[in-house]
């Protein structure tokens, strides 16, 4: 039980596109779903929360209007990349939690997506 | 001072013994607490949480959490090869709405 996919496990595109990454709650209803980003030799670092319905809060530093979140079932948050630039590249990991149980409180995360801009 | 803070190694421990990982913590207030492994170029799994001052067990791990003096700490006996991984401290802070704060985590390395 609490498994979180996430889709796709890695991409490389070019400078100026974007990317949609999609992280799904297999098993449970995520209320809260986080993105987290992580660079080589780095420990994670969160770049937004979001809740089921509404809009994402993003931690300081993060550009809203370049990582959009979209929340808008219990089992599935998309982010988006926007005009993706090299710098950008990272390893781009979700994770979920849902109410009651195990899943209460407690961060499950999905297997990551590698992206590579070039 | 770091919010979470875990020594980077590497710990290098032989096959069979005990791996004792450490994690202190500056918000006097967090009531939740997490340790993660990750593999190299995977994302975190979680192995345990605890939220009671003391020691809970899972199969070969033993979480132990001193909130008198803020550190998490978590115990692998008989540590195997495939135990080899860094692992990542996780703290609930105190109004953080379920955010987790990370440590930078510590490499495990066990050896044959």
């Known amino acids: 039980g609490a498994v979180v996919s996430q889709h796709p496990s890695w991409v490389i595109c070019k400078s100026g596109t974007s990317v949609k990454i999609e992280c799904r709650s297999l098993?449970?209803?995520?209320?809260?779903m986080f993105w987290y980003r992580q660079f080589p030799k780095q420990s994670l670092m969160l770049m937004a929360t979001?809740?089921?319905?509404?809009?994402?809060?993003?931690e300081q530093g993060v550009e809203k209007d370049k990582f959009l979140i979209n929340h808008a079932s219990l089992t599935l948050s998309t982010l988006t990349v926007t005009s993706a630039h090299p710098e950008d590249s990272s390893f781009y990991i979700c994770?979920?939690?849902?109410?009651?149980?195990?899943?209460?409180?407690?961060?499950?995360f999905g297997p990551g997506t590698r992206l590579t801009v070039l | 001072q770091k919010e979470v803070e875990q020594n980077s190694g590497p710990l290098s421990v032989p096959e069979g013994a005990i791996a004792s990982l450490n994690c202190t913590y500056s918000?006097?207030?967090?009531?939740?607490f997490f340790w993660y492994r990750q593999y190299s170029g995977k994302s975190p799994e979680l192995i345990m949480s605890?939220?009671?001052?003391g020691d809970k067990e899972d199969g070969r791990f033993t979480a132990q959490l001193n909130k008198a003096n803020q550190y998490v700490s978590l115990l692998i006996r008989d540590s195997q090869p495939s135990d080899s991984a860094t692992y990542l401290c996780?703290?609930?802070?105190?109004?953080?709405?379920?955010?987790?704060?990370f440590g930078t985590g510590t490499q495990l390395k066990v050896e044959l």
């Open positions: 994770s979920a939690s849902g109410t009651g149980g195990k899943v209460a409180d407690t961060q499950y």
């Open positions: 979001s809740n089921e319905g509404s809009k994402a809060t993003y």
């Open positions: 098993d449970f209803q995520a209320t809260t």
């Open positions: 605890i939220y009671s001052n």
């Open positions: 918000d006097r207030g967090s009531q939740s």
């Open positions: 996780a703290v609930e802070l105190t109004g953080g709405g379920n955010k987790l704060t």
